[in-house]
């Protein structure tokens, strides 16, 4: 038997009702396999929610399915990011009124030593001194020139 003889010998037979006696075991069966308890379930499974949430209802583990051990590591990296932020943030002022708590002495201070260091900065380069150059040494007169000249 083919499978599209099957499914039309099965299109043919009458749909039977399920006697209304299994209903209430069924239904018992169902919610004690099930993780939310039996007053919730009707609700939930009414409201538009269900569709929404339905991915979460089964297992949350086949969400995190290709690996989840990289997905908990994510985690974990994220909570600590998230700690270093929030120590980062306990050190340092929140304001920048906090910040500018500088007295009036220290902020001369620090200005005439910009003020210096610019002014070290931009003042032209003393020219290098040249000594004078060296006389130098007289040369010996040979005797061979005297000859080649006077002869």
């Keep these: 038997m083919k499978p599209n003889d099957l499914e039309q010998q099965l299109q043919r037979q009458p749909f039977r009702p399920i006697p209304p006696e299994w209903r209430g075991p069924i239904l018992a069966a169902a919610?004690?396999?099930g993780r939310l308890p039996s007053a919730a379930r009707p609700d939930r499974?009414?409201?538009w929610w269900h569709a929404v949430l339905a991915p979460f209802d089964s297992r949350p583990s086949a969400l995190l399915w290709p690996s989840p051990r990289?997905?908990?590591a994510l985690a974990v990296v994220w909570l600590g990011i998230l700690a270093a932020q929030l120590a980062m943030r306990d050190e340092a002022p929140s304001s920048p009124?906090?910040?500018a708590t500088v007295s009036a002495r220290q902020f001369k201070l620090a200005r005439a030593e910009q003020q210096r260091l610019l002014a070290k900065l931009i003042e032209p380069p003393e020219p290098p001194t040249v000594l004078p150059p060296r006389p130098s040494p007289p040369k010996p007169h040979?005797?061979?020139r005297r000859r080649i000249a006077f002869a």
């Design 31 to 33: 919610r004690q396999a």
């Design 45 to 47: 499974q009414a409201s």
């Design 70 to 72: 990289a997905w908990a």
């Design 97 to 99: 009124a906090q910040q």
């Design 142 to 144: 040979s005797e061979a």
